[in-house]
């Protein structure tokens, strides 16, 4: 996993590779600070894993298409989950290379701080769905940081069967457990 800074825009980007029974996403070393992203990340599987859902592991494809609409919405050519070309979460994320069987989107707008946007949509039967979707298993997040309206975009996925096989970053599939 990799974190991605670009000016104001924050987007934590992690190599989606084979998951071994048992694994769980990666943790960060302890000692070294979050950035709003990777706390992000962990509030969403702090709520499913109380929730009892399993947590959900970073994408890169899921996280380009995040980021994307959540730039297109700060730039005004997008409204909610549609953007101005007409598209919808399901195009934008096959259109970065991610072919779902099932996918979700989440928006929040106007708070920064992972904990309110996370509270905020377990307040909200739709975007609650979402969130502690058990079928669900990887995320992309994406942010726009201003000071007068923070954006976030959670793109949620799971894909075939055979793609959700993985294993920690650190291991490879013939020395994980």
Not at 31 to 36: E, H, L, M, Q, T
Not at 77 to 98: N, V
Not at 110 to 127: F, Q
Request: aromatic content about 4%; proline content about 9%; glycine content about 10%.
């Amino acid at each position: 996993m990799r974190i991605l800074r670009s000016g104001s825009v924050l987007c934590i980007l992690g190599a989606s590779s084979a998951l071994v029974s048992g694994c769980a996403p990666p943790l960060r070393p302890a000692g070294c600070p979050a950035n709003p992203a990777q706390q992000l990340l962990m509030e969403i599987n702090a709520v499913r894993t109380r929730e009892g859902a399993l947590p959900l592991w970073p994408n890169i494809q899921l996280a380009r298409a995040a980021q994307g609409h959540a730039q297109a919405l700060a730039d005004g050519e997008a409204s909610g989950h549609f953007g101005a070309d007409g598209s919808d979460p399901l195009q934008r994320i096959t259109d970065a290379g991610y072919l779902p069987n099932a996918f979700g989107e989440d928006i929040a707008m106007g708070s920064a701080a992972p904990r309110l946007i996370v509270e905020a949509w377990m307040r909200s039967p739709a975007h609650r769905q979402v969130l502690l979707d058990p079928s669900l298993r990887e995320v992309g997040l994406g942010g726009i940081s201003s000071p007068d309206k923070p954006i976030w975009v959670a793109d949620f996925g799971a894909r075939a069967q055979a793609a959700e096989t993985r294993c920690h970053p650190w291991t490879t599939p013939s020395t994980a457990t």
